[in-house]
């Protein structure tokens, strides 16, 4: 077994990588599970959070893996996935104290993974923005320059000034520069946000400020709002622009608080030309975030600076967060990213498997879009892993190989949801009894949640239609059919619907 096989890896990349890169990515990562899969080695790392998640896969993923492989002797895949929010929370309240000395160098004596064990909970309490965030990957010119840890990228430290008003030279370094407009595939789901985000770089400050995109998780919200961040400081160099995850804000505003710099905060955030934010549900519940939040809003707004901001839900459907500020979330334009389409999935896999250098034959870009419905980030993961089976067999891209190479996911995805578990998900989900699903009582509060149930259910399972009607309580399969049709109607047309069924799906597949 490969037991101290992460271990060796990250020696060999605290080798390879410069010095800060590895302290702020690698080492506080806790230790990774390593299993034999196959003829290959699962290596399973755990993250604190979404925004580390995808800056590690991006910037890191291939180099770890080819690391590993490397030292292995035979393929190795990675799987990032994000750690459960009670081991962050936990990892956080132990944290407390070390957090006061974040910064701290960890002891040369220790390996690096037990300093990744130890670090991990004060890196995850600290969520330090200047530590976090890449230095920076533009060139002067805006155009896009080697990324972070690529030959000919900047190095770990930079040697711009922090300041607390940002230079256009740092901000641009929280932009990443491989998410433009011209990798983000255009379809019918992203329509109506890719518009409006083309707008916003046609004339920032104008049109449509605020700009709230929302979606579901893995649809190419933060791809698009750096792709405006990147276009923007491409037409203006000088531009003031700066992206940042809603966690970023959330700590800046506490670090600011306990040294009590404010105006430190204020000058960072009112002086902006744009403000790319991601995923504000995070706001929930933090009334002294919220507050300052407000403050740099209005103050934006009032000098014409633009603000994007992305999150899971629409503004008046977040939860916990003052309705003075959701309520000017709404007030510029609102604009959905829905789940893509079949045709748009395989252009997607198209685009990519280009930009990898290993074309994807059309039918099997079909194939696998076919089988991978859930979200882009999924059907990155699927090109991946396809990808890397062809590279390490030598074998052609073509069904079978990808057939192979997915066939965990394949069989995840042909688990046989049963009735009962839509009706007991529905049910909970819209805050029903389960006993509703099989009753005669015809409220919509009721009645509107059993079509849905029935939907899905024809959908998700292989039953017939008088089948599902008979365990919906003995209803007629005309009436099923009903159901069917006008939740399916209505899924196209009405978007907050769609997004409701999208996250069932997402629940029932596990
Ligand atoms: N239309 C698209 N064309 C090309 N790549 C896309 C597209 N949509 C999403 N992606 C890619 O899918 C991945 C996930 O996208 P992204 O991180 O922007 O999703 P998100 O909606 O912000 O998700 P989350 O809410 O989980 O943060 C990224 O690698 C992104 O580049």
Sequence with gaps: MHTDLWERGCERLAAELPEQQFNTWIRPLPPADVTLAGDGVLVGLRVPNRFKLDWIRAQYGSRIEATLSELAGKPVRLELSLLPRDAVARAQGMAAAPAAQAGAAPQPTQSP?????????????????????????????????????EPGGPVGTSTLPVAPTLSPAVSRGRLNPALTFDTLVPGRANQMA????????????????????????????????????????????????LYLHAEQFISDVVRNYQRKTFDELKAKYHSLDLLLIDDVQFFAGKDRTQEEFFNAFEALLAKRAHIIMTSDTYPKGLVDIDERLTSRFDAGLTVAIEPPELEMRVAI????????????????????????????????????????????????????????????????????????????????????????????????????PRQIAMYLAKEMTQKSLPEIGELFGGRDHTTVLHAVRKIGGERQKNTELNQQLHVLEQTLKG
Excluded at 404 to 419: G, H, M, T
Aim: charged share 25%.
């Design 113 to 149: 993974m037990a300093i990744g064990a130890a670090l991990h909970a004060a890196a995850t309490a600290r969520h330090d923005p200047q530590s976090v965030v890449p230095t920076p990957g533009g060139s002067a010119n805006g155009r896009a320059a080697p990324r972070v840890g």
């Design 194 to 241: 890719r518009t409006a985000a083309l707008h916003v770089v046609g004339a920032p400050g104008h049109m449509y400020n605020p700009l709230f995109i929302y979606g579901g998780v893995g649809l190419g919200k933060t791809h698009l709002i750096h792709a405006v961040g990147n276009a923007l400081i491409r037409d203006n160099p000088d531009a003031r622009v």
């Design 349 to 448: 896999l198209m685009k990519k498997s280009d930009a990898e250098g290993s074309r994807m034959p059309e039918d099997v870009a079909f194939f696998v879009a076919k089988n991978v419905r859930a979200n882009v980030r999924e059907l990155e993961g699927a090109l991946r892993k396809v990808l890397a089976y062809s590279r390490f067999s030598h074998k052609e891209i073509s069904i079978n190989l990808a057939r192979e190479a997915l066939k965990d996911l394949l069989s995840i995805q042909n688990r046989q949801v049963s009735v009962e578990n839509i009706q007991k998900t529905v049910a909970d989900f819209y805050k029903i009894k389960i006993a509703d699903m099989y009753s005669k009582k015809r409220p919509a509060s009721i009645a509107r």
